[in-house]
């Protein structure tokens, strides 16, 4: 997710490196690299332009106030606040109340609308404890039908259906109907998409959403599709001003530009993000956490909530107390790569976890990419897998023979693992700290002062 981007942000920052405070010059060429970065990403010009004059003049207001702090440091600090700002501040969660409460679900063809019902029926069945009726609108596509049945089988969800109805109005207040007889807490509206903003869908859409007054309407759009999705986004918020945008396919290979400019240019909140085919993958989108991620400091915190889905609170805990004492192991580690096997979806998941992208990067990431590492964890023994700085030459050399893997393989793995667990200790103990001083720490730089 966003690769080009952390890196190109990334660079902009070490044009600071050197560097031991900020000054009008050397802040501008760092200006300047985040605002080509931005644009590369697919925001709109005037959007980039805006934003990198408000980072220009943070910048430059704290210089005096914060001495102690590099200027590459602060310049992180500055653009991960910006950045959050830009993509909403607060997280803004979902308004389902209502007997029973209701979600209208609005976008193109193919954004994802049908797939993200039965995730969100998902989300609230199982984080709200919500009994859920999936309705399913789209009267054009029968295939339509049969794919929201299936999704609400695979979540537990109830159904409502009239496959001989072409009046979406009326199954949506029927459906709703038969939630209060039936005592469902929320329905969720799947409507039909069109392969481009038309009056007729506009038309169908603002009808249904008068007859049904829904607690919430959630515009569904493609992240992969870029500034189109920001423009889409405009028009449909111009005629049915709905509450909340939902981004999908942020797994694919997308450049970031709709994340980052939606918020800007409709003024209403991103409410959830879409990372996969699979039901398990919708996120409450959190700006700051997205930010973090853009910086490429991970998103521990998403990444522990999606382990605490998977395994018990205990775990978790026990987890993050190891991790904040700097004893997380190699078998937490092996316990992770299992957990993870489980979730699917593995790819997106790893990039959560702070330092894990880097050291995938070269890996084609598939389940046979841990067998690796789980090799060279097997060789080692109970005591050095309980106790990774016990890690010596010789001991690489025994677990290199017993994995069959070169020892080229082992060194580089346990020197990651170690550059890993130490990111996540200082993420841990403090999170802002840690990307700065981790990813985007002052190296090759010339000039580097202490
Ligand atoms: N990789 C990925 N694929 C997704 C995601 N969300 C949906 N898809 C896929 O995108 C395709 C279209 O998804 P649908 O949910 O059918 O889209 P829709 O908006 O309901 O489409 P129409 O009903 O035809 O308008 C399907 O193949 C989904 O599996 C996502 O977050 N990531
Ligand atoms: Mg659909």
Redesign the pocket.
């Known amino acids: 997710m966003f690769d080009s981007l952390s890196e190109r942000l990334e660079g902009a920052f070490k044009t600071l490196t050197g560097d031991n405070k900020i000054t009008e010059i050397n802040v501008a060429q760092s200006i300047k690299e985040i605002r080509r970065a931005l644009v590369a990403a697919d925001v709109n010009y005037k959007i980039a332009k805006e934003f990198t004059d408000k980072v220009k003049e943070k910048a430059l207001g704290t210089e005096n106030v914060l001495k102690a702090v590099k200027p590459g440091q602060l310049m992180v600090k500055i653009v991960q606040d910006e950045l959050t700002e830009l993509m909403g501040g607060q997280s803004v969660g979902i308004n389902v109340k209502g007997n029973p409460g209701v979600v209208l679900i609005a ?12 995730k969100l029926a998902l989300h609230l069945k199982e984080k709200k404890k919500l009994k859920v009726l999936l309705t399913a609108c ?1 009267v054009y ?1 029968p295939a ?1 039908i049969d ?1 929201l049945t299936v999704l609400s089988e695979q979540v537990g969800a109830g159904i409502y259906k009239e496959p001989e109805n072409k009046n979406p109005v009326e199954i949506a207040l029927n459906a709703i109907a038969h939630a209060q007889d039936n005592k469902y807490d929320v329905v969720i509206v ?1 409507t ?3 392969l481009s903003v038309d009056e007729k869908m506009m038309q169908e859409i603002s009808e249904v959403r008068e007859a049904i007054s829904p607690n919430e309407t959630l515009f ?1 759009v ?1 992240s992969m599709t870029g500034q189109d999705a920001v423009n889409t986004a405009k028009a449909f918020n111009d005629r049915i001003n709905y509450d909340g945008v939902v981004l ?5 290979d997308t450049r970031g530009g709709a994340a980052l400019s939606v918020k800007y240019t409709v003024q209403k909140p991103i409410k959830f ?5 699979k039901m398990n ?1 919708l996120d409450v989108f959190h700006p700051d956490r997205m930010a973090q991620r853009i910086l490429g400091m991970g998103d521990i915190i998403s990444f522990v909530e999606r382990a605490q889905d998977q395994f018990d609170e205990e775990e978790a805990k026990r987890l993050e107390k190891k991790i904040k004492k700097n004893k997380f192991d190699f078998n937490d580690f092996l316990g992770q790569l299992n957990q993870l096997r489980k979730m699917g979806d593995i790819k997106s998941l790893l990039n959560m976890i702070p330092g894990m992208k880097k050291m995938m990067k070269d890996i084609d990431i598939d389940n046979s990419a841990f067998s690796k590492v789980e090799a060279i964890i097997q060789s080692m023994t109970p005591q050095e897998r309980a106790q990774p700085e016990l890690m010596s030459m010789s001991r690489k050399k025994r677990i290199a023979r017993g994995c069959g893997q070169s020892m080229d393989d082992v060194n580089r793995f346990i020197k990651q693992f170690d550059q890993m667990r130490k990111m996540m200790h200082k993420m841990s103990n403090n999170p802002a700290m840690a990307g700065m001083q981790g990813n985007f720490k002052p190296g090759r730089g010339k000039g580097r002062r202490r």
């Open positions: 976008g193109l063809q193919g954004s994802g609308k049908t797939t993200f019902s039965g789209d596509r339509a794919q799947d039909a998409g069109r569904v493609d999908t396919k942020l797994d694919g993000v879409s990372t996969g085919e993958t």
